[in-house]
């Protein structure tokens, strides 16, 4: 069944993307069994870190495999499920990654990295196989979203984030949204960025107000020589004003078309033990920060202390277990900045 919403009315914050059960080993060879997350996930508790319970929901679908239970605890941590969509067709929500030390990963042939470590492939990868690119596309067409048939309550009132996700998904679903009225839109690209044409990226781009590739997305486009700041440069173009380039273990980028400002954002002190969604905690904060403050270098502060929350341990809900983390978010909201 639907789960039920925290509330009668819309969140003001809305996180698109794919809940997963992620099997994961880290850069220092930890393994990690059945994890709850999903790009929306964790984009979804990066935004709750900086907002009230029930102001937060997911927009995802959802098929009849995934754990039962799960979408519970997110509403236990005031993130909203009404509109997780469930279907009835089984689909492969899985996902497997082996996290290297220079910020690279392999999400495929699961079995040589266990073999490799001594261990034991774990019963719930059985029958996994990453599916190439291309592939991926028909693999989760299942779970592709139609912004023409979502709900007008699943609309936020204050910012809608676009996690990395199929096309045609991002394409209808930002249409969504700006139809609906909403006032913000961020977006995250999938593995479409080094896929579509450049005028395709563009037209996509100039209905955004922020975009918020990592660096290594950003080179797909623009090769290994471009600086980072042609790079973001060339990427707001006639298109979002605001774009920022995440760079794992040093933090992030802004520039803002209008005054032609860069500011580097050191990343937040952690102590790391698994980066997965880093970046998407980074994105879900940033969105939330955008629209409370105005100001994307505040907003991308709050990205990277959402990030330096969700890498000191496995899947995305343990950073909302903290009992101290608003003191924290106080506490670690101020890093230095510096023009770049």
Known sequence: LPAIPLSNRMPDFICLGGLRIDYLITADGRAASDIFGGNATFAAVGARLWSDPGQVGILAKN?????????????SHGID???????????????????????????????????????????GLSGYAQPS????EASYRPLRIDGAAVDKSCWPSRAFHCSPIDWETTLSCIAGARRAGTPQIT??????????????????????????????????????????????????GDGPPVVVLKLGSEGSLVYQRESDRFISIPA?????????????????????????TGDPVTAA???GVAASFVIEGFGALHALDATSYRERIDREARPQTADN
């Open 301 to 303: 502060r709050w990205g």
């Open 133 to 136: 690119a291309d592939a991926q």
């Open 187 to 236: 977006l995250d690209p999938g593995l479409w960025i080094g896929q579509r044409s450049r005028a395709e990226i563009d037209g996509l781009l100039r209905q955004c107000d922020a975009f918020l590739p990592s660096e290594a997305e950003a080179r797909l486009l623009f090769g290994p020589e471009m600086s980072r700041q042609e790079m973001a440069r060339r990427l707001a």
């Open 63 to 75: 098929g009849p495999d995934f754990p039962k239970g799960w979408l519970a605890q997110l509403e």
């Open 268 to 292: 937040a002190p952690a102590r790391a033990v698994d980066v997965t969604g880093a970046g998407d905690a980074f994105c879900g904060a940033f969105a939330v920060g955008l629209s409370k």
């Open 81 to 123: 499920t009404g509109c997780v969509l469930p279907i009835a067709e089984p689909v492969d929500q899985r996902t497997f990654f082996s996290h290297f030390a220079d910020g690279s990963r392999d999400e495929g042939n699961p079995a040589s990295h266990y073999r490799a470590l001594g261990l034991p492939l774990p019963d």
